[in-house]
């Protein structure tokens, strides 16, 4: 017999197991790389951090030391065509008439001391449109519901008698409830991200929606960035 079948290996047999083991180890990292290649890459989840988003939305409407700032007029032009403000006005025809008001969409619908208990029938005779939302100015309150329907609105007002519309949206003091509707028309006709369409009211106006309607205008502006209507500036 060979005393070298039972001795140590020769050196030739070392290579020999050497290279088996790389070729082994090639073809295996050569598989793992094809199985990654058709894996497709898992999407990236959707950020639901509000929160962020709402610290920015309350920094744009406060002051440099955190502070809210009461509306300083009765309503504002806040884009063109486009009025908010507060119920003195919205119960004030002559005051709407000068101001060439054809449409009035109430924000807050409805006979409790935090609405303003106005209806078509009150505008009778002065030839302006209305429309009525009977929302809540209370955090919990989803008035997002609405958003589609106010911005129809707005969007019909503005064309009416061929792009010569002014709409007055009003709520009680013109600041949380209508400013929000007013945003959201924004956004949806205008495609404006919610930061561009708050900074755009504010910046005519002294605002401050309550927290539960800006996160409901995050959310929107999440849904339009998704399908791809708006862009974050």
Same mark, same amino acid.
């Given at each position: 017999?060979?005393? #070298?079948?039972?001795? /140590? ?9 050497? %290279?088996? #083991?790389?070729?082994?180890? !090639? ?11 058709? /894996? ?6 959707? =950020?639901?951090? !509000? *929160? ?17 700032? @009461?509306?300083? /007029?009765?309503?504002?032009?806040v884009y063109p065509r486009i009025y ?16 060439? %008001? ?18 078509? *029938? !009150?505008?009778?005779?002065?030839? %302006? ?24 609105? %707005? ?8 792009? /010569? ?5 009003? $709520? #009680? ?32 106006? *002294?605002?401050?929606?309550? =927290?539960?309607?800006? #996160?409901?205008? $995050?959310?929107l502006n999440q849904r339009l960035v998704?399908?791809?209507?708006? @862009?974050?500036?």
């Amino acid at each position: 017999m060979d005393v #070298r079948a039972r001795g /140590k290996p020769t050196p030739v047999c070392h290579v020999q197991r050497l %290279i088996s #083991r790389l070729l082994r180890a !090639f073809i295996r990292d050569m598989k793992n790389k094809k199985n990654l290649q058709a /894996k497709p890459s898992p999407k990236k989840a959707p =950020d639901m951090s !509000f *929160e962020v988003s709402l610290q920015q939305l309350n920094d744009l409407l406060t002051d440099e030391s955190g502070l809210y700032s @009461w509306p300083t /007029k009765h309503c504002h032009e806040v884009y063109p065509r486009i009025y908010v403000g507060n119920a003195f006005v919205a119960t004030n025809v002559l005051r709407l008439k000068r101001l060439g %008001i054809t449409h009035i969409l109430n924000a807050a619908e409805g006979n409790s001391f935090m609405h303003v208990n106005t209806n078509a *029938e !009150f505008y009778s005779g002065s030839g %302006i449109t209305y429309h009525g939302i009977p929302a809540n100015d209370t955090d919990h309150f989803d008035i997002s519901v609405f958003f589609e329907d106010a911005a129809d609105f %707005i969007a019909k007002a503005l064309a009416y008698k061929n792009g /010569k519309g002014k709409v007055y949206v009003h $709520c #009680r003091e013109g600041y949380s409830r209508s400013p929000t509707l007013v945003i959201a028309y924004l956004m949806l006709r205008q495609n404006l991200d919610v930061h561009t369409a708050l900074a755009t009211v504010r910046h005519k106006r *002294e605002i401050g929606p309550n =927290d539960g309607f800006l #996160r409901q205008l $995050c959310i929107l502006n999440q849904r339009l960035v998704a399908e791809g209507r708006i @862009w974050n500036q």
